[in-house]
């Protein structure tokens, strides 16, 4: 007499299928949020570049852009390629923060300065999502795409931070 779950081909391939569905959807939810956090970043640098008065500042925030433009059609890639449906809009945190982005630049003497602060705060933000998607389970081929970018946006981040602290005058060392 046999004791305990029966364990037959058929239920280990169902359980096989459940797993993976589960971890394809988690996938597709952290890429998902990466979407919105880049698509905020896009138009928020687009926005930038707009606003920025100094030639050098509108090369950079077009050329990051352009960037998190790439990373959004590299991650929508991917959650079709896990069976998902990309996200079609940033976060309403990021459209709120664009408009104050333009109020702030507006009413401050120091549009360059001002938009800095914002374009960094954004990049915090960016920051945060990326290390969150990299503290998650992630498929082992989906990886090495979000830890690249991770990189290209904390190196966005501190390029961003240097050049406000430049513009502010702060040379008493690195902020956080």
């Known amino acids: 007499m046999v004791h ?5 081909p058929t239920i280990l391939l169902q359980r096989a299928i459940a797993m993976s569905t589960d ?20 138009k928020g ?3 930038a ?10 090369q950079l925030f077009s050329t990051l852009s352009t960037q998190r433009a790439k990373f959004t059609h590299e991650l929508e890639v991917e959650v079709e390629r896990f069976g998902g449906k990309p996200a079609d809009m940033g ?11 333009a109020v702030k630049a507006s009413v401050t003497s120091d549009d360059d300065g001002a938009i800095l602060d914002e374009c960094e705060r954004g990049e915090d933000f960016a920051k945060k999502a990326y290390a ?7 498929p082992s081929d989906l990886r090495p795409l979000v ?4 990189v290209d946006v904390r190196a966005a981040h ?6 406000r602290n430049e513009q502010h005058g702060a040379h008493d060392g690195p902020a956080a």
């Open 132 to 138: 969150d998607a990299l503290g998650k389970t992630l």
């Open 91 to 101: 976060h309403v945190a990021g459209a709120v923060h664009r408009g104050w982005m």
């Open 45 to 47: 640098f687009a926005s």
């Open 4 to 8: 305990g779950p029966q364990f037959t």
């Open 23 to 42: 971890t394809n959807e988690e996938a597709v939810s952290v890429m998902n949020d990466l979407i919105e956090t880049c698509r905020d970043g896009e």
């Open 49 to 58: 570049a707009e606003r920025a008065d100094r030639p050098d500042l509108k």
């Open 158 to 163: 501190d390029r961003v931070r240097d050049l």
């Open 147 to 150: 830890a690249r970018q991770a």
